[in-house]
């Protein structure tokens, strides 16, 4: 699984719930960096880190994981 696919489903969900970089950052307790790196796809997420970012934005883990092809 590549890991840019986290990332491009990360931002697409994030933007849909109408959170910008800076606030979705802030809510998480990281850096705006951290979360654009992991939006990029130069870094990979923890499993803390998608339960956290699917549960401020209300969906679930699985709905964060790319599909398997």
Do not use: C, H
């Amino acid at each position: 699984m590549e890991i840019d696919k986290w990332g491009r489903r990360i931002r697409a969900f994030r933007k849909l719930k109408g959170y910008t970089q800076e606030g979705l950052a802030k809510e998480l307790g990281i850096s705006v960096s951290i979360l654009g790196e992991i939006e990029r796809g130069s870094r990979l997420p923890s499993e803390e880190f998608l339960g956290n970012v699917a549960n401020l934005l209300e969906i679930s883990v699985e709905d964060l994981t790319p599909p398997e092809k």
